[in-house]
């Protein structure tokens, strides 16, 4: 056996990402707050970058930045329309920006580098404006229920034992840490801290329940039976069946699974008395927690909701006939940075010169140019996706979920000439605002399943499905099978475990689960 060296030269090729094509991809998929937040950043880090200030756009120039930002789709009522009405053609964002070079640079030129849109959120609010804030603030669940435990006079190690349970609370403001896990882990600190006395498990059980006192009346439960009997017990003595409902969630598996006949055995019930117990039981609230998340909507005075925007859609009405006559697509323009190269830091370049103040200076041009040139793609290339998706869901905008056409991102990147993984990429944590409300872009995009009139959005069906349960008779449920055959009878073409499928992805029960009998 014989050991040789010897060296060799191999040439092959290979595709790399600069940073330059990273950074357009990254803004690709940012939110309107993410993209506030990247460019907050490169402001602070770049000099040669600047916010153009509103008092500073003149008239043409803004309506200039209008007609960029927006687009309108002529309507018909037979759904065809011509493909010119998406807007110009505008190449891939990370293809241009790499095929575009920044050129030399020439000593004092004037630069009008300049990127604007509408007014911006990022801009500075004015001092009088400060005042609509006040108040603004909102207090999360576990910070009001230490609120109230501060009245309850509790020791310091019985405050320690109700720090480790209110924080381990879920959105609904149930406990579900094991009490005996707790003891071990306390008694496991109070060993190591040479604490003078143990924890033991009435203890954790006494603070526990000083937390089932607090507003709202429910949290600290250890489940939903538990929950329900804590608010149960808070009602007047003079409650009619109060204490029989209490008894009755003892048994609460058979309330979950709807079986009349096992409880009423189990607890000796009337069974004329039945329907009256659960007309109680449901009065309750079975997740009291909610109330301080954006799960469920309070009322009254509601909190704004966060959620901006960041496409919007107008019904453009014929003024003669009254019909419905185009679609405008724009850009918010609240979402929209205004930017632009330095002026003054500009200026200050000289050609041929490789100071390292010199060099700073260009490599940050540089980066302010193809900064300013990303978002601009980004905005362009979001405009025509969104033009296009309006351009498919006519029908939904006008009659609703029920109309929402099947759609798929490939669809939508061959329309506009863009790679597939950037159309997901600019639908990403993107919202567009439409005369039905608010909705993702990736709302729009949905499975198809076969009927008599071609395909049928999977988004459609659903709406179907649930409107057939809302209509529905609560003393006989349908079951999967029987809306299987309804939506066979109107000619989609539907397997059961599909329709199960789609009612359970909605969250709705089985027809054993949402029968009453009472």
Known sequence: MSISFGLSTNLSTSQKLTPQMQQAIKLLQLSSLELAQEVQIKLDNNPLLERIEEDVLDDAEHLDDLAESEAVTDFSGDGNHDDAAIGEHVADSVDKITQDSIGELEVDSDWDDVYTHGPTALASPDV????????????????????????????????????????????????????????????????????????????????????????????????????????????????????????????????????????????????????DILALIRTLNPAPGLAFTSA??????????????????????????????????????????????????????????????NVYLRDNLTDARLFIRSIEERNQNLLKVATCIVKRQQAFLQHGAMAMQPLILKDVAEEVDLHESTVSRLTTSKNILTPQGLFSLKYFFSSHVGSDDGEVSSTAISEMIKQMIAAENPKKPLSDSAIQKQLQQDGIDIARRTVAKYREAMNIGSSTQRKQKF
């Open 296 to 357: 469920q909507p309070t009322y009254g005075n509601e909190p704004e909701s966060y959620d901006v925007p960041d496409v919007l859609v107008n019904a453009i009405m014929d003024e003669m006939t009254g019909q419905l006559s185009s679609w405008q697509v724009r850009l918010n323009p609240d979402t929209l940075p205004k930017l632009r190269v330095n002026q003054t830091y500009a200026n200050l370049i000289k050609r041929g010169d490789d100071s390292p103040d």
């Open 128 to 275: 009088q404006d400060m005042d609509d804030y006040h108040g603004a603030t909102s207090v999360n669940l576990q910070d009001h229920v230490r609120w109230q435990l501060n009245f309850k006079h509790l020791s310091e190690i019985d405050m320690l034992i109700a720090d480790y349970l209110v924080e381990s609370m879920d959105e609904s403001g149930f406990i579900r840490l094991e009490l005996t896990e707790l003891e071990q882990t306390l008694n496991t600190m109070a060993s190591f801290y040479q604490w003078e006395d143990k924890v033991d498990l009435d203890q954790i059980e006494m603070v526990l329940h000083i937390i089932q006192s607090c507003e709202p009346l429910g949290v600290g439960a250890r489940d939903l039976a538990e929950c329900l009997q804590i608010q149960l017990r808070k009602l007047p003595d003079s409650t009619p069946y109060r204490d029989v409902a209490i008894e009755l969630l003892r048994v609460h598996e058979y309330l979950v699974s709807n079986n009349i006949k096992a409880l009423v055995q189990q607890t000796g019930v009337k069974i004329d008395e039945v329907g």
